[in-house]
């Protein structure tokens, strides 16, 4: 049974807080407090084996959680309750970056329709903290991302003919993502000479917010994506939460991003299958594919179609080092990574194979 520290400023969302998780199996609501001083000894105490924290409590905190947490060496999972606001999250993507290993979005009002889909998302990111292997036992998988079923054991398809230079990196991650991208992104410590694009799957406006942190901490220009905007070299393009991104042929031999409105592909808007899918009608020859931690399978069926018409190469994530090995899992098991590797060795092995 997992023991979970409530820590919320409102009474009214610890009373909402503990009665959802009293509600899951697998899990108690254990304790609850207010602060961050009570919330470090609570959790000191070991007592707990998980926290969920309202992500304003911090702001307002002499010292943050997260800072007291790692001076003192614990790891321990944490959902993270947050908003909308801009300041919300762009605290919530730096927390992100220290270790926190999901969040979710509260809404400005708890109407019973609100609170069905907060409580669903709150579990769901629950779960997801608990994935990593050997620590939850008899917990069901959660319900967020279902995707189709990728191929079985098939092994890629090469085009004939001459493989010629890396045109473009195409990465997907999900679940631990922002985690990944904030080890990752920093290590890539040369000029790529070919523009990226990042699926992640985040909630509207969280994308902006991680690109900013991202870019603080990277050699190279990393940004939300734009309708229309050429994709130039030495750039980091991710997908707008709750928005699709293509990639298509742009003018003078460039390509350009297609950012749009649309239904969601199996379940996902982002959808990493959309966008390797649309790499099929570009100009473009040769691709590194990435694919790191993240729940379900988005990614393999995009790649697969990706394999029958262009040079591919695929690096994923180890399951030592994701959060949720499921779409590397995927990806590998349909036989499509070539390269498989700690978070730590993912950036030497994207700047090695593009010769930089």
Do not use: W
């Not at 631990?176 to 904030?182: S, T, V």
């Not at 931690?293 to 995009?302: K, L, R």
């Amino acid at each position: 049974m997992e023991k979970i520290l409530v820590v919320d400023n409102s009474a009214l969302m610890r009373k909402v807080m503990c009665d959802i998780i009293n509600s899951m199996q697998g899990f108690t609501a254990a304790d609850t407090c207010a602060d961050v001083d009570s919330a470090f000894d609570k959790i000191v105490s070991g007592q707990v084996t998980g926290v969920t924290f309202n992500m304003a409590i911090d702001a307002t905190a002499k010292v943050s959680l997260f800072e007291k947490l790692t001076e003192a060496g614990i790891l321990i999972p944490i959902v993270v309750i947050t908003t909308a606001t801009r300041e919300d999250r762009a605290m919530t993507m730096e927390v992100m970056g220290s270790g926190a290993m999901e969040f979710v979005v509260r809404p400005f009002q708890m109407k019973p329709s609100d609170r069905e889909v907060f409580s669903r998302e709150f579990q769901d990111s629950l779960i997801s903290a608990f994935h990593k292997k050997g620590q939850v036992a008899n917990v069901a998988p959660a319900k967020a991302e279902k995707a189709t079923e990728p191929p079985k054991e098939e092994r890629p398809a090469r085009k004939p003919g001459p493989q010629g230079p890396i045109q473009l990196v195409a990465l997907a991650c999900s679940t631990g993502g922002p985690q990944a991208l904030h080890t990752m992104i920093p290590m890539i410590n040369k000029k790529l000479g070919v523009p990226m694009v990042i699926v992640q799957h985040m909630p509207v406006g969280f994308t902006e917010a991680l690109a900013e942190r991202l870019n603080e901490k990277s050699i190279l220009t990393i940004k939300e994506a734009e309708d229309n905007e050429e994709l130039l070299p030495d750039h980091v393009y991710i997908a707008p939460g709750g928005k699709h991104l293509e990639v298509a042929d742009g003018k003078g031999g460039r390509l350009k991003a297609r950012v749009y409105d649309g239904p969601p592909v199996r379940a996902l808007r982002p959808c990493a299958d959309v966008m390797y899918e649309s790499l099929n009608r570009c100009n473009v020859s040769n691709i590194l594919c990435v694919v790191l931690t993240g729940m379900g399978s988005d990614g393999t069926i995009g790649i697969t179609s990706l394999s029958k018409n262009k040079h591919i190469y695929v690096i994923t994530q180890d399951e030592e080092t994701c959060v949720v090995y499921g779409m590397p899992k995927a990806v590998k098991k349909a036989g499509f990574s070539n390269e498989e590797h700690p978070i730590t060795e993912v950036a030497h092995a994207i700047l090695k194979k593009l010769g930089v």
